[in-house]
């Protein structure tokens, strides 16, 4: 058994994870695939940035803090989190550990360990009370203590910019948290569009929208014309894509595109044609093309985003790196208009630019299977999983295309990985469970049955049938009766089980 405390807080997460990770040799030297992973936890180590950059690896996991444009969700957080905690269980084998003063333990601390139990098998204990523990140096790198020194003291007032800049390294690579932590410690000496900036990203990124709009608004008040264009972006893709359903609303989204179009647009030629203004041009009309889809004016979509590629390419490599956005959204509309040879060649085209975004080669397959290109399908699942292997949503798409293609023992695995990954996934559950009683396995298929969570009237029904399946298997028609009159207990009216009651009460 390892014992830790977690550290009094302080604007940096992931305290009692770093000294975990240290305990088991995981550090921010380390080399290979890994080193992308746990650049989470050390993102201001700049040997470590500089791997990672240079390695195979995609344009948003190789982009710099100036640079980047899409900022990660908590799920990339996740994956992170179950390839650090699988290496260790692979090296070590069975891990336990105690966890002292846990009633301070930091939210993305807490995801993490959360994740290192349900899918990698830790065993962790956790106690408010401070636990005896062997002498250890902290988990803080020696850039964290820098930072942690400035923010705690005086000196911080006059190292503003450090503080700024080290927030947005955090930010870069997924710690939202430590970022706006830091953020919110500059705002007691300085409140001016960097900060907002800052703190806007900050929030979006934890899909705490409403926070987000609140300081997407401060930026635009306090900054000069460009802030504003970039703030009224970010309002716009919150009310057309990222607020709560109840909450979306492309008329405003659309409006606050245009009042930052027009800025642009008054902005004399040669500020135009700067490569950072040519930028906020073209994702402003990205963001309008979104809107023209979602109303249906396809082409004007599709020729506003060809426009825009093209305008990016004759920019310096720098920004036209960043065209490979607009082409995904040019292929997502294809596929979605299913235009299934238009939408191949423009994925084909995107993976030129790209090739190491995993979440690519997943549509891909589906462009693929749509156009009855069943082994072309197989193959860009699996190349996907291979370029990552932690994408429970990656393996399901491979399960599926394989069972479509009949190799049962090669689609169960797949049904498996990606149900072991996500095990609270119903939807992951249940397709396993289908995949075993392919197998005949209806004795395993009922465990993982029992086991899952519908979230959805769908889902129940589906786990009821399921059931109901895995009894009739072994010719057991009385218990498959039970198991739908059971679920109609819970689900009344459902036309799906009392069709399949009927049929079962006839046999």
Known sequence: MHSFNQPEPTPLAFGVVKQILRE???????????????????????GLAERVRTGATSLTDASTSEEQIRFFQRHRARRSYIKVAATITERHGRVQIRIGNCHLLDEPSREFLTVASEVCGWQIEYTPSIVETPDRLPGWSAEDEEILRITAGDEISGRLDDVWKAAF???????????IALGRTM?????????????????????ETENAEFYYRRWAADGGDLDKVRAYYGIAMLYARHHPVGLRKLDVAEAYLGDAYVLL??????????????????????GHALILFRRGEVDDALALLEWGISRLTETSEKVAIHRSVLMYNLAQCQ????????AIAAY???LEVDPYMPEYRFEAAKC????????????????????????????????????????????????????????????YALDFAYALLLSDRTQQARSVIRRASPATRAQAERQANLLAEAWLKENKVEQAIKEIELAMEALPGSETLGRNLSILRAK
């Open 24 to 46: 088991f040799d995981v550090t921010s030297s380390v080399e290979g695939p890994l080193a992308q992973s746990v650049r989470i936890f050390w993102p201001l180590d700049s």
């Open 169 to 179: 390294e955090f930010i870069n690579v997924g710690d939202a948290w430590s970022g």
């Open 187 to 207: 705002t007691q000496y300085e409140q001016t569009p960097r900060v907002w900036n800052l703190l806007a990203l900050g929030y979006a990124m934890l899909n």
């Open 265 to 286: 647009q008054q902005m004399d030629s040669s500020t135009r044609s700067l490569d950072a203004i040519v930028f906020e041009e073209v994702f402003n009309r990205n």
């Open 335 to 342: 596929r979605q208009l299913r235009n299934g040879e238009a």
């Open 348 to 350: 084909e085209r995107l």
């Open 368 to 427: 693929y299977a749509f156009a009855g290109d069943l082994p072309s399908a197989i193959q860009a699942a699996k190349t996907g999983v291979e370029l990552d292997d932690s994408l429970a949503s990656g393996w399901s798409l491979l399960g599926v295309y394989l069972e479509r293609a009949h190799e049962l023992d090669d689609a169960s695995h797949a049904f498996q990985k990606a149900y072991d990954l996500d095990p609270k996934s119903p939807k």
